[in-house]
């Protein structure tokens, strides 16, 4: 099994709706990290959470909203979804180094 | 602003010849350096990282880095057709946030 899941992995959405993106992980890291990849822009960092009760916001949070249910689990929701919000989303995790990340499949969303 | 740059490519080698990726950065307060490859529509994975001037081997990758320039570079020797793909250069700061660049898409050619 994958140490890093997210769901869904495609989704399609009119703008205006509100959606959630999940991730989970079963390599007991602390640290977990959304990010949204784009043509040309490359990985952006959205929100990050060192432990369930420590959330960050990254470089490009407006828009979005996350919740850290568990130190396994972390969410990301677009409360009322936009066109430019399209993009291939990550979620990450990483050790209490931080010496590397491991990356969940990625959700590829649309916004039409 | 933190910036990560990379040169977009596409970078095309003969299979068997060494590949080489640039990678600058802004913040002279970058502690930790990381390459990524990224298969096309795939997670990126970690290849190597670095946090010392001065070059790194495993097997056929080598990191180089250059704090004073500002530079951090990845070497391939041997390239093999499976290693196509985008490379992206990460920069890593105080508190374990991290910077991408756009990643450089490498080709190589059998």
């Known amino acids: 099994d994958a140490d890093v899941t997210q769901t869904p992995r495609n989704r399609i959405t009119k703008t205006g709706k509100r959606i959630m993106l999940e991730c989970s992980q079963t390599k007991g890291h602390d640290r977990m990290y959304w990010y949204r990849q784009d043509p040309g822009l490359g990985l952006r960092l959205i929100y990050y959470?060192?432990?369930?009760?420590?959330?960050n916001k990254g470089e490009i949070s407006d828009g979005y909203s996350v919740s850290r249910q568990a130190q396994a689990k972390f969410s990301l929701s677009l409360e009322s979804a936009i066109p430019n919000q399209t993009a291939l989303y990550f979620c990450a995790t990483s050790d209490l180094q931080g010496y590397e990340q491991y990356f969940g499949p990625g959700t590829r969303l649309t916004v039409t | 602003q933190k910036e990560v740059e990379q040169n977009s490519g596409p970078l095309s080698v003969p299979e068997g010849a060494i590949a080489s990726l640039n990678c600058t950065y802004s913040d002279r307060g970058s502690q930790s350096f990381f390459w990524y490859r990224q298969y096309s529509g795939k997670s990126p994975e970690l290849i190597m990282f670095i946090y010392s001037n001065g070059d790194k081997e495993d097997g056929r990758f080598t990191a180089q880095l250059n704090k004073a320039s500002q530079y951090v570079s990845l070497l391939i020797r041997d390239s093999q057709p499976s290693d196509s793909a985008t490379y992206l250069c990460?920069?890593?700061?105080?508190?374990?946030?991290?910077?991408f660049g756009t990643g450089t898409s490498l080709t190589v050619i059998p």
């Open positions: 990460a920069v890593g700061y105080t508190g374990n946030q991290f910077y």
């Open positions: 959470s060192f432990d369930v009760k420590d959330i």
